[in-house]
Nanobody
Framework: QVQLVESGGGLVQAGGSLRLSCAAS????????MGWFRRAPGKERKFVAS????????NYADSVKGRFTISRDNAKNTVYLQMNRLKPEDTAVYYC????????????WGQGTQVTVSS
Protein backbone atom coordinates (compact mmCIF):
# COMPACT_ATOMS: atom_id res chain seq x y z
CA GLN A 1 0.00 0.00 0.00
CA VAL A 2 1.27 3.46 -0.92
CA GLN A 3 -0.16 6.75 0.24
CA LEU A 4 0.55 9.86 -1.79
CA VAL A 5 0.26 13.47 -0.65
CA GLU A 6 0.71 16.34 -3.09
CA SER A 7 1.74 19.86 -2.17
CA GLY A 8 3.07 23.01 -3.77
CA GLY A 9 0.05 24.17 -5.71
CA GLY A 10 -1.13 27.75 -5.69
CA LEU A 11 -1.88 30.85 -7.69
CA VAL A 12 0.76 32.13 -10.11
CA GLN A 13 0.83 34.58 -12.98
CA ALA A 14 1.30 33.41 -16.53
CA GLY A 15 4.99 32.92 -17.26
CA GLY A 16 5.73 32.01 -13.67
CA SER A 17 6.89 28.77 -12.11
CA LEU A 18 5.77 26.31 -9.47
CA ARG A 19 7.20 23.09 -8.14
CA LEU A 20 4.80 20.40 -7.04
CA SER A 21 5.86 17.69 -4.62
CA CYS A 22 4.35 14.31 -3.97
CA ALA A 23 5.40 12.57 -0.79
CA ALA A 24 4.91 8.82 -0.65
CA SER A 25 4.62 6.56 2.35
CA UNK A 26 6.30 3.20 2.61
CA UNK A 27 9.82 1.91 2.29
CA UNK A 28 9.42 0.61 -1.26
CA UNK A 29 8.96 3.94 -3.02
CA UNK A 30 11.87 3.18 -5.31
CA UNK A 31 9.98 0.18 -6.71
CA UNK A 32 7.20 2.35 -8.13
CA UNK A 33 6.93 4.19 -11.38
CA MET A 34 5.38 7.60 -10.83
CA GLY A 35 3.18 9.90 -12.83
CA TRP A 36 1.51 13.29 -12.75
CA PHE A 37 -1.95 13.93 -14.13
CA ARG A 38 -4.24 16.93 -14.14
CA ARG A 39 -7.93 17.67 -14.35
CA ALA A 40 -8.98 21.05 -15.67
CA PRO A 41 -12.42 22.45 -14.74
CA GLY A 42 -15.13 20.56 -16.59
CA LYS A 43 -12.67 18.23 -18.31
CA GLU A 44 -11.39 14.71 -17.92
CA ARG A 45 -8.20 13.88 -16.09
CA LYS A 46 -5.22 13.86 -18.46
CA PHE A 47 -1.67 12.58 -18.40
CA VAL A 48 1.07 15.14 -17.77
CA ALA A 49 4.32 13.31 -17.13
CA SER A 50 5.74 9.99 -15.96
CA UNK A 51 8.97 8.67 -14.55
CA UNK A 52 10.33 5.15 -14.32
CA UNK A 53 11.29 3.44 -11.08
CA UNK A 54 14.94 4.35 -11.55
CA UNK A 55 14.24 7.80 -12.86
CA UNK A 56 15.97 7.00 -16.10
CA UNK A 57 12.94 7.19 -18.37
CA UNK A 58 10.56 10.11 -18.60
CA ASN A 59 7.55 10.86 -20.75
CA TYR A 60 5.61 14.09 -21.16
CA ALA A 61 2.38 15.23 -22.71
CA ASP A 62 3.03 17.34 -25.79
CA SER A 63 1.38 20.32 -24.13
CA VAL A 64 4.04 20.48 -21.39
CA LYS A 65 7.20 19.32 -23.16
CA GLY A 66 10.03 21.75 -22.68
CA ARG A 67 8.25 23.51 -19.81
CA PHE A 68 7.69 20.81 -17.16
CA THR A 69 10.22 18.43 -15.63
CA ILE A 70 9.44 15.36 -13.56
CA SER A 71 12.05 14.04 -11.14
CA ARG A 72 12.30 11.91 -8.04
CA ASP A 73 14.35 11.63 -4.88
CA ASN A 74 14.06 8.06 -3.66
CA ALA A 75 15.89 8.90 -0.43
CA LYS A 76 13.09 11.34 0.39
CA ASN A 77 10.27 9.21 -1.05
CA THR A 78 9.25 12.19 -3.15
CA VAL A 79 8.49 12.91 -6.76
CA TYR A 80 8.50 16.45 -8.13
CA LEU A 81 6.98 18.32 -11.02
CA GLN A 82 8.83 21.50 -11.89
CA MET A 83 6.53 23.70 -13.96
CA ASN A 84 8.00 26.66 -15.83
CA ARG A 85 6.53 29.20 -18.23
CA LEU A 86 3.08 28.44 -16.93
CA LYS A 87 0.06 29.26 -19.04
CA PRO A 88 -3.58 29.86 -18.06
CA GLU A 89 -4.45 26.56 -19.74
CA ASP A 90 -2.27 24.77 -17.19
CA THR A 91 -4.88 25.62 -14.55
CA ALA A 92 -6.07 22.33 -13.06
CA VAL A 93 -6.00 20.04 -10.08
CA TYR A 94 -2.76 18.07 -10.30
CA TYR A 95 -2.56 14.50 -9.07
CA CYS A 96 0.38 12.20 -8.59
CA UNK A 97 0.06 8.47 -9.06
CA UNK A 98 2.12 5.33 -8.54
CA UNK A 99 2.30 1.89 -10.09
CA UNK A 100 4.63 -1.06 -9.70
CA UNK A 101 5.31 -1.36 -13.40
CA UNK A 102 4.68 0.61 -16.55
CA UNK A 103 2.62 -2.29 -17.90
CA UNK A 104 -0.34 -1.84 -15.56
CA UNK A 105 -2.69 0.96 -14.68
CA UNK A 106 -1.76 3.38 -11.94
CA UNK A 107 -2.67 1.82 -8.61
CA UNK A 108 -2.41 4.64 -6.13
CA TRP A 109 -3.48 8.27 -6.34
CA GLY A 110 -3.05 11.37 -4.25
CA GLN A 111 -5.82 13.77 -3.35
CA GLY A 112 -4.63 16.49 -5.71
CA THR A 113 -3.33 20.02 -5.44
CA GLN A 114 -4.82 23.05 -7.18
CA VAL A 115 -2.75 25.07 -9.62
CA THR A 116 -4.24 28.31 -10.92
CA VAL A 117 -2.47 30.39 -13.54
CA SER A 118 -3.78 33.90 -14.05
CA SER A 119 -3.41 35.77 -17.32
Amino acid sequence: QVQLVESGGGLVQAGGSLRLSCAASGRTFGNYAMGWFRRAPGKERKFVASLSNSGGTTNYADSVKGRFTISRDNAKNTVYLQMNRLKPEDTAVYYCAARRTAYIAYEYWGQGTQVTVSS
